[in-house]
């Protein structure tokens, strides 16, 4: 058993085969579980070409600095790379001078090499941008390592000790990170100290006030306690917590209730004479604390509270530029219905000038849910975090990214008149995140499933009329983005964003409900001897998530070894509008199965595949949909696979960390008061019929299953069960546990011994 309680499963990784080699009969050589002769050369060829598409590295975030010239300014760049040895993911700072020569140009001059920051968890600079935090994980009990940086040098290093606070939480849910307005305090949120479990020795239990010597002393386990499920396993609660960065004292901040995690803390604006306050993000445990991990139906809420009593010289800081208004997301079409992503709202405060909260502040929505919009038109807000300063100079224009139908977009909003216009280019499929500001121009990187990712740099073509057109100038590379190889292979692919008509519209559809959804088609540009490249439908998980038309890795390297890609966002997925999403919840296994069928319909319909050369192959519900496809459509696909499947909600429902989206989504709406932790016969009914595994008896299909034992959202004996189930029936199955994975099953070596699985299992059915 492992610490957690979860069972490890050994996998014996070689088989001793005969090989006759003419001179030595009954020599022996030592293969890989799985991997014949036949295969082992596909293998080599594969690994070789995949590892060349996992070495690309990635743009994760930038900053800009003024410029010490007072010409230009200076970027910072944070990109990442697997390191399949190490197996885990190295990150780098690499620097550009930025100078924009003209309105057709823009200059940026990289440093020679990038920087590695080893151990770094969090980064992030002042306001001013003179200094800068870098906190670095601690290694087992030792303590937490913070480091303020300047210019030239690290000024000041301080190492809070585990019996303060344990890790600091750098997760993208409860991680907050901020400085105050004058750069003496950084508030953030960090683990709680770990709490004391009972000791005993030879005489029984030792009093805590006991004097007695440490010698023959064991420790206990004491009470268990609710985590928040997947990738939370062995955290503690999130606390809130404000260190002074000249003399390093570090204080919890009081005044919030026990039963509270924070999470996403800023300063509110300072008042002279008063005392500063925190605003952050409370989740109630409630009885029981649900997975959060991709979970924004969970319920919280926004909270102000008294930062401890440090000298400050504040003046005046920044929840917008002028400090006169707090704006916050809204997930609550989420919570409201109890699916776990829906489409966002964006409102604002008033913030107080006394800095005093009062329960009838007035909140004005900026941006709306969105229903059903019409074609072309924003299709409402998906958007899971803002920028630090997202502002244009004007206070009252941010810049953000989010979805819109299968691309990512950048939106301009203002926030007082709730004006959206999309500024990345409208003609381009591509996607498009924006990284950071430079004044009032953004550095955004854009790519596309066949473009790896470039840097560009957007500006305001006329500042000074009311036109709010936007342009994107191209920004040199510090090196090549990827091998010639890579560049050789992609640039031979192509890609469309497919509309697919719904098939027998119901008259109880809702009006969003009925409009086509989108599919985003990959192939190759060379006509080859076959008519069509053999076929793999990709489905992503959730369901409420979407495959975005950005560059994929593991995707390119599929589609660069031969093989068309349909990557489907049935209805359901995010950036269609509410009506559409909402339309999935009581119909899985059924809705969403028949959209992908209709997808591959259209495909073959329009001569871009062959019937019978197709695969399919989807994670967690895109792996529900994997595996009711090859039972509900058994003569469709030649071959599948599968990470981590959702194959029985009546199994899953008691051992995941999420059982009410299994009420959500079988039931619908009604399902969120339905809900218990003690299922009726009849619910387990319904949750068998909507699975996967009543279809079982059915399948064909040869299947790959890719599973991680540490997997608390889908457990690895839900994949088991079902691969076993077609074991009994003779459909050939293999099956690769991953020991120390999670659901997303995303450690590099993991990550890459799993694609290379698919490829080669998809070659060997699909040939």
Known sequence: ?????QCMIKLKRLLTVLAMDGSKAG???EMPLGIDATTEEEYASQSRLLQEFTGISSIDKAWIFKSDSGIGSQAMFSISQPNLLANKRKKFILTSHVLRESNNSVNFQWAPFPVEMTGVSVMVPSPSGAKLLVVRDPEKESPCQFEIWGRAQVEKEFHIPQSVHGSVYADGWFQGISWNSDETLIAYVAEEPCPSKPTFTGQGYKNS???????????????WKEEWGETYAGKQQAALFVMNINSGETQAVKGIEKSLNVGQVVWAPPVRGS????????????TRKLGIKYCFNRPCALYAVRAPNFESEADGPELNPDGKFLLFLSARSAVDSGVHSATDS?????WPMDGVLSSSTKIVDVIPVVM???????????????????????GCTMILSSVWGSCQVILSVNVLSGEVLRISPTDSN???????????????????PVDVPHIKYGYLVDKESKDTAWSWLNVSRPTNACSEKVESLISSLQFSILKIP???????LTKGATKPFEAIFVSSKTKRSDPCDPLIVLLHGGPHIVSLSSFSKSLAFLSSIGFNLLIVNYRGSLGFGEEALQSLPGNIGSQDVNDVLVAIDHVIDMGLASPSKIAVLGGSHGGFLTTHLIGQAPDKFAAAATRNPACNLALMVGTTDIPDWCYVEAYGSEGKNTFTEAPSAEHLTLFHRKSPISHSSKVKTPTLFLLGAQDVRLPVFTGLQYARALKEKGVPVKVIVFPNDTHAIERPQSDFESFLNIGVWFKKYLS
């Open 1 to 5: 058993m492992s610490k957690n309680g």
């Open 27 to 29: 020599s022996f050589k």
């Open 209 to 223: 006030t006991s004097a007695d010597k440490d010698f023959g002393n064991w420790t206990g386990q004491g009470d």
């Open 275 to 286: 005392h500063q306050y925190l605003v952050f993000v409370g989740w109630s445990e409630g």
């Open 346 to 350: 964006l409102h604002i405060i008033d």
């Open 372 to 394: 059903c919009a019409e074609d072309g038109y924003f299709p409402g807000l998906y958007c899971s975090s803002f920028l630090s300063n997202p502002w244009l100079s004007d």
């Open 430 to 448: 591509f996607s498009w995140n924006v990284l950071t500001l430079d004044g009032d121009n953004i550095i955004a990187v854009s790519s596309s």
């Open 502 to 508: 719904i098939r027998d519209v119901s008259y109880s």
